[in-house]
Structure formats: C-alpha cells, structure tokens
T-cell receptor, first 111, second 115 residues
Framework: GNSVTQMEGPVTLSEEAFLTINCTYT??????LFWYVQYPGEGLQLLLK?????DKGSNKGFEATYRKETTSFHLEKGSVQVSDSAVYFC??????????FGTGTRLTVIP | GAVVSQHPSWVICKSGTSVKIECRSL??????MFWYRQFPKQSLMLMAT?????????EQGVEKDKFLINHASLTLSTLTVTSAHPEDSSFYIC???????????FGPGTRLTVL
C-alpha cells in the first residue's frame, strides 16, 4: 500500500540554523512526492514537489530530492527564519488525485 | 493563488446532533472537492471525493450515511456529520481542484468537538 513516514516533532531551531525533516515512503507504482506547509490559521500550501527519481524540488530556500533507492524525500533548508515556523507535511500521490500524507512536523524557529 | 475557505473554523456540539461544515473556493471553480479528517498526531486521511453535481465517492471505512457530502455548485461543498458522537471529534479539512489541474488547494480546516 501507500504510506508516508516523517520525523515526529516538534522541532525547535534558532534562526539561521540548518533544517532537515526526514520523510520516507512506501508506494505502489511510481509516486509523485510533495511537501506542504501549513502556517497558523491557514490551509495547507504546496511548498515543493518532485515527480520522478532524482528530481529536486525547491522553493523559498527549501529543497528536497526524490531518492528512489532510499525511498526518501527529506526536506532541507540551509538557514531558517522565524517566518518558517509552521507545520510541514510530506505527501505522495500515485495515479489518481489521491494524496497520502505524513503526520506533519511542527517547526518553531526562535530569534 | 487559489483560495479555499471553510466555515466554521471550529464548532462544539452535543452528542446526537448534526453539524454542517462548508467549503468554498473563493476565486476559482472547483470541479472536484476532497474531504479529509485528521486525528491528533495522525496523518490527514481522505474521507471522500466529490465532483460537482454527482454523488461523492467515499473511501473504505467511511460511512456515507453518517458523513453526508453535497457538492451542489462549482464553489461550494458541504460535509454534514449526522448524529455526531465524541469519537467524531476531529479536524476536518477540505481541498478543491479544478478541471484538468491535479493540484489541490486546501482550506484552513474545521475543528469539531462533540461533547
């Protein structure tokens, strides 16, 4: 079946620290992979995506590389800001529109 | 970007009553809307998919008579939790997509607490 496992939070970092949020998946077929971000009081927003192996998705300084050999899609950012504080969800999609989500990781960045 | 709203943002009700949650696409026409449920510290789980003007398709294990979904227009879908019980307490999130576009745009969610 399809499932996503991401590291549990919460994660607390100081401003300008390096961020990694781990995400691994199991899937039938060849999934597309996503990271969504949810800021307080708002809906999930697509942060970045990758549709095939070795693709790198990037946006707003965040990056994630689709690693088929390790079935992973870890989210990284070299220098986090207070404004990056949010909940981050890893997700996959196979075939139709159905998305399968991880449990979410809450990130808090302190000045 | 595309905006999806939900109303109410939170609701508390008594056991046995029904609660309606609205999901609206504010600046685009949503041919497909999705309803998810999220329990604490768990993933978002897809409950059902609805296409405008047709019956919703429910995921396995979701009771269609308990969770009534109506997608009567291209900008509005409603989820009614009938005869709610405390175990229905959860965070309900909708998303919307337009024809030919697979990206889903998410609402901010509705927290339901059943006493």
């Amino acid at each position: 079946g399809n499932s996503v496992t991401q590291m549990e939070g919460p994660v607390t970092l100081s401003e300008e620290a390096f961020l990694t949020i781990n995400c691994t998946y199991t899937a039938t077929g060849y999934p597309s992979l996503f990271w969504y971000v949810q800021y307080p009081g708002e809906g999930l927003q697509l942060l970045l995506k990758a549709t095939k192996a070795d693709d790198k998705g990037s946006n707003k300084g965040f990056e994630a590389t689709y690693r088929k050999e390790t079935t992973s899609f870890h989210l990284e950012k070299g220098s986090v800001q207070v404004s990056d504080s949010a909940v981050y969800f890893c997700a996959l999609r196979t075939g139709a529109n159905n998305l399968f989500f991880g449990t979410g990781t809450r990130l808090t960045v302190i000045p | 970007g595309a905006v999806v709203s939900q109303h109410p943002s939170w609701v508390i009700c008594k056991s046995g009553t029904s609660v309606k949650i609205e999901c609206r696409s504010l600046d685009f026409q949503a041919t497909t809307m999705f309803w998810y449920r999220q329990f604490p510290k768990q993933s978002l789980m897809l409950m059902a998919t609805s296409n405008e003007g047709s019956k919703a398709t429910y995921e396995q294990g979701v009771e269609k008579d308990k969770f009534l979904i109506n997608h009567a227009s291209l900008t509005l879908s409603t989820l009614t939790v009938t005869s709610a019980h405390p175990e229905d307490s959860s965070f309900y999130i909708c998303s919307a997509a337009t024809t030919g576009e697979r990206e889903q745009f998410f609402g901010p969610g509705t927290r339901l607490t059943v006493l």
